[in-house]
């Protein structure tokens, strides 16, 4: 019995012998090449974000030259007229005397003239 | 077993298959030979140039005159076209859209051998979109820059046009060519399988840069003036061009410059090559009397005549130097000021002969004649003024009256806003300002002056002379502005007969150039018509009347007032009267 027991002992006493330092050394790699992918995966999805950006900022400023390019377009002075013309109006420049005329520079003076009267 | 000798047959097969690519697998990724790696580098290997765009041309107020706006390539791939059994959706397609003849897109399209061809160059995107949006298999859509001028004819010769690979060619486009045209982009990286960029091994990326914009000393709405000024101009008396030059008399910038005929710089490979002459800088002519008023300011500075001084004007015909000189309305005496007035051809003959031939040959200089004013346009002319050695007798009485000499109508207009400027003669600029792409301004030109050709108090007098001109009794009364004062001349030259010799009797080139107001000289303007050939022929008949409407409304825009309108209305409270008796409401 007690030689038995004694064996059982002996059996329960025996360990696989794994070297620790290994076992850490086999998870840093393990952890660290993870890492280096997750942080490939994550350049590449950066970078295709990147890529999708730039080329979503260049489309909206090719739209927006080209949308500046129609508006002035529609402002040029002819094509102004030439809506004017369609709605049926007229425009002319009022006759001279029918022009007030305020000089901002000598309106204090004229002012202060006519306050002196 | 059964198939015991195939299976070991198939293993030994796979086998060897793969330890045949193993082996070169190893051989590619652990001894790859130059070649091999030179030939994977650059299947990897990618480099895009891309091109920076244009810079602007805008007017003084920052309206576009010129940009480079998106558009596109539309080509085609009509061996996969044909493999897919698609011609007719994608000729269908094309020719619809694209406005083309059906027949001739089928039989581009109709080329099995063929991989690319270029349906259409420069499709605007509006066009392009709605076929883009169809998603056809095999229409590729390439992006191309191209330069539009979005107010079309507006001022067409001074901003020029850049050709189709973006070189400026003409006006502007082609002085202002260094400063436009944008620094080319880098990007150096590599691309997968399916040749895509690989963004994390770019290892190059300069962005490309925009060229700098070009402000012009232009306003499109003056400009859009004197156009419309021309075309009435046009219509009435139907010559073989018009011209007409916009200035401010005090720095020398040019507000307008409108040349017809015209033509649409967007469809510039359309248009003649004489429509695209800029006339205002490089059509040199005899002047005709409009020369005049730079002879008697002269004479007037030098002190060889006096505005009152009296001239015998023959009635009409004088006898010089073997030939016989007409005035077009025979005249007695005059004075100065009423050669001036009348435009005697005699009258200005006598007066150059007091002023003597190298006083006049220096103060065709002084004004500017013979020499380039130095204005940022290509092909601007110098004119033709000789030396007084080449000068027959008869020269100093036909230069007088503005024959003899050629000159460009900006020199004159030059010349007659130096009178207006207090004698000063001011470098006529087209460029207020550049500004590069980060918005920083990297030139901008100052108002320089160019020569003294008369004193200030000179310059006043005949600025009272030429008031005259336009008042009741001179050539150009049409020319006269309600609420303004207006001082200029006309000029009425025959043209030379080039073949025969002599001049044409009945070809004219019809001038009219002034300025206003007189006492505060704002802004000077010239009007030019070549061979008018109805309705009249003289610059006061031809030129003035669209003078006055180009400065009626410039006058206006810019909100110069009329002269004098102050003092009356400082007049009027001194006086404890009501500003409404002079139209002040």
């Not at chain 1, 094509?79 to 109006?89: E, F, S």
């Not at chain 2, 002190?303 to 001239?311: E, H, K, L, Q």
Request: aromatic share 8%; proline share 5%; hydrophobic share 40%.
């Amino acid at each position: 019995m007690k030689k038995r027991q004694r064996t059982g002992s002996r059996k329960a006493q025996v360990k696989i012998p794994f070297p620790m330092v290994l076992a850490n050394f086999l998870v840093f790699i393990a952890v660290f090449g993870l890492s280096y992918v997750w942080l490939c995966s994550r350049c590449d999805t950066l970078g295709q974000e990147i890529k999708r950006m730039e080329t979503v900022q260049r489309d909206t400023h090719r739209r927006m030259i080209n949308e500046q390019d129609r508006w002035s377009n529609l402002l040029a002075p002819a094509n102004l007229d030439r809506a004017l013309k369609r709605h049926d109006l007229t425009m002319r420049l009022p006759d001279e005397q029918k022009i007030v005329r305020v000089r901002t520079g000598t309106t204090a003076s004229v002012v202060a003239l006519a306050s002196s009267k | 077993m059964k198939y015991k000798g195939r299976t070991i047959l198939t293993s030994a097969v796979l086998a060897a298959v793969f330890i045949g690519l193993g082996v070169r697998l190893a051989f590619l990724h652990l001894r790859p030979s130059p070649g091999t790696l030179e030939r994977i580098e650059s299947g990897r290997h990618l480099q895009q140039e891309t091109r920076g765009p244009r810079g602007r041309v805008l007017d003084r107020n920052g309206n576009m005159l010129a940009v480079d706006i998106a558009a596109k390539h539309i080509c085609v791939d009509p061996k996969f076209i044909l493999a897919n059994g698609n011609i007719t959706n994608v000729c269908n397609a094309l020719s619809g859209k694209l406005g083309m003849n059906r027949s001739e897109v089928w039989n581009l399209l109709n080329q099995p051998d063929r991989r690319y061809i270029r349906i259409q160059k420069f499709t605007r995107e509006e066009m392009a979109e709605p076929l883009r949006a169809m998603n056809l298999k095999g229409v590729i859509f390439e992006d191309v820059p191209i330069r539009d001028y979005p107010k079309g004819v507006l001022g067409a010769h001074v901003i020029g046009y850049a050709n189709y690979e973006g070189v400026g060619s003409a006006g502007v486009e082609q002085r202002m060519n260094t400063s436009l045209q944008g620094v080319a982009g880098l990007r150096i990286s590599q691309k997968d399988g399916r040749r895509h960029e690989i963004y994390s091994r770019r290892t190059v990326d300069i962005d490309p840069q925009s060229g700098a914009d070009v402000y012009l000393t232009i306003d499109q709405q003056i400009q859009h003036f004197a156009e419309k000024a021309l075309d009435n101009l046009c219509e009435k008396f139907a010559p073989n061009a018009a011209w007409a030059i916009v200035q401010n008399v005090r720095t020398g910038e040019i507000l307008a410059m409108a040349s017809l005929p015209t033509y649409n710089p967007n469809r510039f490979s359309t248009a003649p090559p004489e429509w695209m002459r800029n006339r205002a800088v490089n059509y040199t002519y005899e002047p005709g009397s409009t020369f005049k008023a730079m002879i008697v300011a002269s004479a007037l500075d030098s002190g060889a005549v006096r505005a009152s001084d009296i001239f015998d004007c023959e009635n009409g015909s004088w006898f010089y130097a073997g030939k016989i000189l007409h005035d077009s309305h025979p005249e007695g005496l005059l004075s100065v000021a009423d050669i001036i007035q009348k435009s005697s051809n005699i009258g200005a003959a006598k007066v150059a002969l007091k002023l003597g031939e190298q006083k006049v040959y220096q103060s065709m200089r002084a004004f500017g004649f013979g020499d380039r004013t130095g204005i940022a346009l290509p092909g601007e002319d110098a004119g033709i003024v000789w030396k007084t050695d080449r000068w027959s007798k008869l020269s100093i009485s036909r230069i007088a009256m503005g024959h003899e000499v050629l000159v460009t109508s900006l020199q004159m207009l030059n010349a007659i806003s130096a009178i207006a400027n207090d004698g000063v003669r001011m470098r006529p600029q087209i460029i207020r300002k550049v500004v590069n792409s980060d918005g920083e301004i990297i030139s901008e030109p100052q108002p320089e002056v160019l020569s003294r050709p008369i004193r200030a108090e000179t310059a006043k007098e005949m600025r009272r002379l030429l008031e005259r001109v336009t008042q009741p009794g001179g050539t150009a009364t049409k020319a006269a502005l309600a609420g303004y004062r207006v001082g200029g001349k006309t000029g009425t030259a025959q043209k030379v007969n080039l073949v025969e010799g002599g001049y044409y009797s009945s070809k004219f080139v019809s001038s009219f150039v002034g300025f206003l107001p007189v006492d505060n000289p704002a802004i000077s303007i010239i009007v030019v018509a070549d061979e008018p050939k109805q309705s009249g022929h003289y610059g006061g008949t031809v030129c003035a009347p669209y003078f006055k409407e180009i400065a009626d409304q410039t006058v206006r825009y810019l909100r110069i007032p009329p002269e004098g309108f102050l003092t009356e209305y400082v007049k009027d409270i001194e006086t404890g009267g009501s500003g409404e008796e002079n139209g002040f409401d």
